[in-house]
């Protein structure tokens, strides 16, 4: 296949072309939910599969980016539960896209779009779940033209250079999904946020559901309690980790709630909330090449989070952890450059004094260990460096600890794809 350019292009003019040349699959797939936001997007989507799953719907599945193989981003519904996309029918729906394109240009994320709906079109099924790529506005999965549901997780700073200097301007780029008549179902927000997004389904008359104000959720007892004006649930526990999970789940509960269309009975809440699965949030690695490096007894933790906010609820959950079995944290971090690396670490201060800097493997606009040794040195820490994940569990192994320590491998899902692949654990 060609080379595509891979600078980012936040407009749908492509997008069209080739949706078009390929016969409008968008307008022949199930329906849609599509999901935007800054963080927990892909957490959201895999509760709502799992839920309707559970509900024994066939569930298509496009989100990004993949950790270890491509096939990641393309799950088909199938009765009994969706599978990945094969290689053989992957490569067939690409290539069927590279040829009607017939070089004209565009972005390797429009190419691997226009393929989901090609293979999504030509397999049945009953919902289909979209995840922005960037932003929402001009993301080339903004072509549905009214879907069951939009959804906007919570917004925060990031992609800046590409959304705006602003959680205001972010939330705009995010509120950009927003389809007249189309209920919106909206996580807690910050308040500029908020402002923005609830002002454009004003404009787009699209029905409002919104955390705080039209449904809540609640830890008791250690369940997710969730409530809305057609009653309360009682649920068990997501079975992905961390506070923000419970949020995470709500928001798929209050969107399943608000599309009129879909029966979803309280088993299938309980079942999908207790299977969810997302690789890389708060993922507890057990077994494996790297984990084999690690002291013996010792936890080793991996999750792709990247900004501030990521590294906020990534902090609570391993306080949470700490409450539970105090251990020694240790933090290994890679992260690409245009990232605010002091804002992330900050999270961070107090609860370690050991954080090691890697590089991350293939990616030459990634932090190198010196650069993020001195951002941590901005905020008083003192961050060691290593040439890699494995050499730095390595190291961590030399050392003498009364209790085998809690690592947190953290800082990027590109450097989470690594060690996934490192370790041999392959996402399903």
């Known amino acids: 296949m060609a080379l595509h350019q891979r600078k980012i292009d936040l407009t749908l003019d492509r997008m069209l ?54 096939n990641e981003r393309f799950r088909l519904g199938r009765e009994g539960g969706g599978v990945l996309v094969s290689d053989e029918e992957l490569l067939a729906a690409l290539e069927h896209c590279e040829r009607l394109n017939a070089g004209q240009p565009i972005t390797v994320f429009e190419m691997e779009t226009a393929a989901a709906f090609h293979l999504f079109a030509k397999h049945p099924a009953d919902v289909v779940l979209l995840e922005v790529g960037l932003g929402g506005r001009g993301d080339s999965t903004n072509v549905i033209e009214k879907p069951l549901a939009s959804v906007i997780t919570p917004v925060s700073m990031d992609h800046m250079e590409m959304l705006g200097d602003t959680v205001a301007k972010i939330a705009a780029e995010k509120a950009g999904i927003i389809k007249k008549g189309v209920p919106l179902v909206m996580a807690a927000q910050l308040a500029e946020a908020e402002a923005v997004i609830e002002q454009r389904a004003k404009e787009q008359r699209a029905p409002l559901h919104a955390a705080g104000q039209h449904w809540h959720v609640s830890i008791e007892r250690g369940r997710l309690v969730y409530q809305d004006e057609r009653g309360l649930l009682d649920l068990p526990a997501p079975r992905l980790f961390g506070r923000h999970q419970f949020d995470n789940a709500a928001l798929a509960i209050a969107t399943l709630r608000s599309i009129d269309s879909l029966k979803v009975p309280v088993s299938a809440y309980e079942s999908g909330i207790a299977k969810a699965e997302w690789p890389a949030r708060m993922q507890r690695l057990t077994a494996g090449g790297l984990v084999q490096l690690a002291p013996p007894q010792s936890e080793v933790w991996l999750d792709g989070g990247h900004n501030a906010d990521c590294g906020r609820v990534v902090a609570a959950a391993l306080g949470d952890l700490e409450e539970r079995v105090p251990r020694q944290l240790v933090v290994i971090i890679g992260m690409l450059s245009n990232k605010d690396a002091g804002a992330f670490l900050a999270n961070f201060a107090g609860m370690t004094r050991h954080i090691i800097a890697v590089p991350i493997p293939g990616h030459d606009n990634a932090y ?11 905020l008083g820490m003192r961050i060691e460096a290593a040439a890699s994940v494995a050499e730095a569990l390595r190291s961590v192994a030399r050392l003498a600890y009364e209790v085998p320590p809690r690592i947190l491998i953290t800082g990027s899902l590109y450097l989470a794809g690594e060690v996934l692949r490192e370790n041999g654990t392959f996402p399903q």
């Open 368 to 378: 190198t260990p010196q650069a993020l040794a001195d951002a941590g040195r901005h």
């Open 17 to 70: 072309r080739i949706l078009e040349l390929l016969g409008h699959p968008e307008r022949r797939m199930a329906p849609v939910i599509h999901v935007a936001g800054t963080n927990g997007k892909g957490s959201t989507v895999a509760y709502l599969r799992a839920i309707l799953e559970a509900a024994g719907l066939r569930v298509h599945a496009y989100t990004s980016p993949h950790l270890v193989r491509i």
